[in-house]
């Protein structure tokens, strides 16, 4: 091998080297500080965690806001004294007195992402209902719904909170789709 020969093979090792160092050192860097600010693994909220009652109604516009109290009850699956991750994400649809689902499931509006509820803490679930009213009866299939299922996951149990017999909703899916919005309520 020639002196210029192992000075350009030394030149390029420290580039590969360096080049690597550049590469790894943001992300060695990263791991630190990842690690440091992580949260403690905290549960996500079931619905068994919630107390769900109605607790205003109005309307505007052919919908009526339907809004309903989440308190914690300390009866699910985390415990009462813990907090618990809840994701604004939800399970609704409208149920008749023999339990059966009625139309369509709720579409979420409104903010995305997640927050923490703490143990005495509150959820505010605001469910936005067209008026079946507005709709072709033959299209729209008015039908008497007595409660709301709401589940928080897919494979998680419903439950179903009464709203007084005085509701209803289009038993066709496709028309007046029910909406829902879920917010921190403080505790």
Avoid at 142 to 149: E, M, Q, R
Avoid at 170 to 177: G, M, R
Wanted: hydrophobic letters at 40%; charged letters at 20%.
């Amino acid at each position: 091998m020639t002196r210029k020969t192992t000075t350009t093979a030394r030149v390029r090792t420290r580039l590969a080297v360096l080049t690597a160092a550049m590469i790894a050192a943001p992300a060695v860097a990263a791991v630190p500080a990842a690690a440091a600010t992580a949260p403690e693994s905290m549960p996500d909220c079931t619905v068994s965690d919630f107390e769900i009652v109605e607790t205003d109604r109005r309307a505007a516009a052919g919908t009526a806001y339907i809004e309903f109290t989440m308190a914690r009850n300390g009866e699910g699956e985390t415990p009462a004294e813990e907090p618990c991750h809840l994701y604004r994400y939800a399970n609704l649809i409208w149920v008749d007195d023999q339990g059966e689902l009625v139309g369509a499931w709720a579409e979420r509006e409104g903010g995305s992402g997640s927050y923490t509820v703490e143990p005495d803490g509150t959820v505010l679930l605001t469910v936005a209902q067209p008026n079946p009213a507005n709709y072709d009866p033959e299209l729209c299939e008015p039908t008497a719904v007595s409660g709301l299922a709401v589940s928080l996951y897919i494979a998680e149990e419903p439950v179903v909170v009464p709203t007084g017999g005085h509701d209803t909703a289009c038993a066709n899916a496709e028309v007046a789709v029910p909406r829902y919005t879920i917010e921190p309520g403080g505790s």
